[in-house]
């Protein structure tokens, strides 16, 4: 399955998933219903009764309506109620379970390694970078929370840092990603709304048991209210039955769900990094015994326990329940001929300052490199996913970054005036963009920018895109305030000079869109359109522009823009005039072509790829500019090397 499909499978299991809450919530209705006919009919008779007869006489539409409307309202008012509460991204999940976020900046040797394994993948992969959260359990387990790519995040227990290899931990990180390209965290969200609301109907009838209890002696004395007290009693007791009972099938099809996923992220994993040892002996010493295990400490972990590497939680059902498969199928699912052996980890792992740095095992000129960009297909297939080479590509390409640089880029305060100084390269006019950066700017970030200018200048364009992309994970652990003084003052570099040329928008756009997710202030695109019929001129905006970018005159950039049309399957599309273009309707073009379906935007970046290879050749800032294309169509495209170009060059 590639990256579209499972892009669609994954919102055609919403659709499934809102099928059964449906079909649950009107098993809860009727349940209801019952439950207070049978209540109606003993206060009015002193007996249960339930006949048809019964039910003409004490029901009426007007009450069944009524108990209905309650009963949706309460379910899906607890269900909304979660989900919102966890609109904040995976940053809410993982603080739930006790997460500390892990600072770009820290000097501890473990997390200092792991957070190298993730920036690797995501880079290779084209995604975001996550923020990684460390959870104080001395168990082995992990997770990936979040709504969309741009605010999610990992979470790693400290068992996991101090009881895997290397190899074992990116095999553990190569499932989370397999969680975040496959769509799964938006579903783990929604299942914990929709059981949150089934199980609110349990919980209110706990409460007026409870509240009886309470109040048995001041009603004891009444002998007249017995009836009533009894009454009240088997609505509270009845309902608490069909909410837990409610609970229980939920948490069954959430279980049947999660199970089923949890085998193909497995199986991405090996795919990914093409190493089966690493994630499968994560698993055999999870299966280790000498106290290791996965199950994790917070309350709030049987909540989550669906989305989680390994079982988070026990429980009385356990095989009926379980979110996870056993252990052992999913060991011979990796290694069929597994001799049924798990192993020891007692001994935690120690790391060597040298091995906590991302280390090339050759020299950058002469490592392996990414795929060459050779065809719009071979892009297509690379979306969405990690694979060896480009893993070790990008450990490589951070490896031959100049180390001042990425250290400035992981950090949450310096990364700041990285961008500046990127932006104040792109000027025509230095002297007025440093002007503008003086303007309410902290005065250790302007003379940073001022170092930095002349380092970014020398700087080769390969770096410059996963130079942003550390970046981007940086810049999340701004405040809110923050982000907007830096939206601002990127925005006012940007217009010192009064234009806006590719570069600059390029940076603008991969930033900012990643960052406004972050901090709430965009919401992502509902998907509304199935085909790019409707579409035709944002189609022509959008190539257009990838035609001028890789082509100066205009015989060659139509003869381009002809090959991108004819991928796209659109016909009759006039290339734009060069001179009448303007940057802004790319923005709102991009802005609605983000609304197709995942199986149409295939097409889509097709047609882009076809365009920039039509003469044979391609250019650092094509592929640039078709990856931050990409990046905004939520559709991660993995670094592509320029014929010819070698890190070390």
């Known amino acids: ?27 809860l209705i009727l349940l209801t219903n019952v439950l207070l006919l049978g209540v109606m009919i003993y206060v009015k008779t002193g007996q249960f009764l339930f006949s048809l007869d019964a039910l003409q006489e004490y029901y009426s539409w007007r009450e069944f309506v009524g108990v209905s409307l309650a009963v949706c ?26 997460g500390r976020l892990i600072s770009q900046a820290t000097s501890d040797l473990q997390q200092r390694q792991l957070l190298n394994v993730v920036e690797e993948m995501a880079i290779a992969a084209g995604m975001p970078v996550p923020k990684v959260y460390l959870l104080e359990d001395t168990s ?17 227990t400290r068992g996991t840092l101090g009881r895997l290899s290397r190899e074992e931990l990116q095999g553990v990180i190569a499932h989370e990603f397999s969680h975040i390209a496959n769509g799964d965290m938006r579903l783990n969200i929604r299942l914990i709304g929709v059981l949150h609301g089934i199980l609110l109907i349990g919980m209110i009838g706990y409460f007026i048991l409870r509240s009886l209890r309470f109040g048995r ?64 002996g994560a698993l055999k010493k999870i299966g280790g015994g000498s106290g290791v295990s996965s199950y994790l400490e917070s309350a709030s972990a049987p909540e989550y326990s669906h989305a989680y590497f390994a079982d988070g939680v026990s429980s009385f059902w356990h095989s009926l329940l379980a979110t996870h498969p056993p252990l052992e199928k999913r060991i011979r699912a990796i290694e069929p001929r ?28 002469i490592g392996v490199a990414a795929a060459i960009l050779s ?19 990008v450990h490589q390409l951070i490896v031959a970054m100049p180390s001042f640089l990425r250290s400035v880029a992981q950090d949450a305060y310096s990364s700041r005036a990285l961008i500046y100084a990127m932006l104040i390269n792109l000027q025509k006019d230095e002297d007025a963009a440093l002007s503008v950066l003086l303007d309410k700017t902290e005065p250790d970030i302007q003379a940073l920018t001022v170092k930095l200018v002349n380092e970014v200048r020398q700087l080769d364009d390969k770096f410059k895109l996963p130079l942003l992309e550390l970046a981007v994970n940086a810049l999340r652990e701004m405040s809110p305030n923050q982000f907007v003084h830096f939206k601002t003052k990127v925005d006012a570099l940007i217009r010192s000079d009064r234009t806006v040329n590719l570069s600059e928008w390029i940076i603008q756009r991969f930033l900012i869109q990643q960052l406004d997710e972050h901090f709430g202030f965009r919401k992502p695109k509902r998907a509304k359109y199935a085909s790019l019929e409707p579409l035709r001129n944002e189609v022509t905006t959008l190539l257009s522009l990838i035609a001028f970018v890789e082509h100066k005159d205009d015989e060659n950039a139509s003869k381009a823009f002809d090959s991108g049309v004819e991928h796209s399957g659109l016909g009759g599309l006039q290339m734009l005039s060069r001179k009448a273009f303007e940057l802004e309707s790319l923005n709102r073009s991009l802005d609605e072509l983000m609304r197709l379906r995942p199986l ?42 320029v014929d010819g170009d070698k890190l070390g060059s």
Do not use: H
Not at 75 to 89: H, P, Q, R, V
Not at 140 to 156: E, K, Q, S
Not at 252 to 280: C, H, M, P
């Open 375 to 393: 065809s719009a297909e071979q892009a297509i297939s690379q979306v969405g996913i990690l694979n060896e080479e480009n893993i070790e590509y």
């Open 140 to 156: 082995i387990n992990a997770f990936a929370a979040g709504r969309t790519p741009a605010n999610a995040v990992i979470g790693v």
């Open 1 to 27: 399955m590639n990256f579209f499909e499972a892009q669609d499978k994954a919102r055609r299991n919403t659709t499934r998933l809102i099928i059964l809450f449906v079909l649950a919530v009107s098993g």
């Open 73 to 98: 309202l309460l379910i899906s008012g607890g269900s909304l109620y979660k989900t919102m509460s966890l609109s904040g991204g995976g940053a809410t999940v993982a603080e739930m379970l006790g």
């Open 600 to 641: 149409q935007k295939p097409r889509l970046l097709k047609a882009c790829v076809a365009l920039i290879l039509e003469d044979g050749q391609t250019t650092t800032k094509g592929i640039e500019l078709v990856r931050t294309i990409s990046s905004c169509l939520d559709c991660p495209m993995p670094p592509f090397r």
């Open 338 to 365: 597994w001799d049924g052996q798990f192993l020891s980890s007692e001994i935690s792992q120690t790391i060597s300052p040298e091995s906590s740095k991302p280390q090339s095992s050759g020299e950058a000129n």
């Open 217 to 280: 002696r001041s009603r004891s004395s009444n002998s007249k209210g017995g009836s009533g007290i009894l009454a009240i009693a088997a609505v509270g007791f009845g309902l608490m039955v069909i909410g837990y009972a409610g609970s229980f099938f939920g948490q069954w099809i959430k279980a049947i769900v999660s199970r089923q996923r949890e085998y193909l992220a497995d199986s991405s994993a090996v795919q990914f990094t093409r190493n089966k040892d690493g994630i499968a």
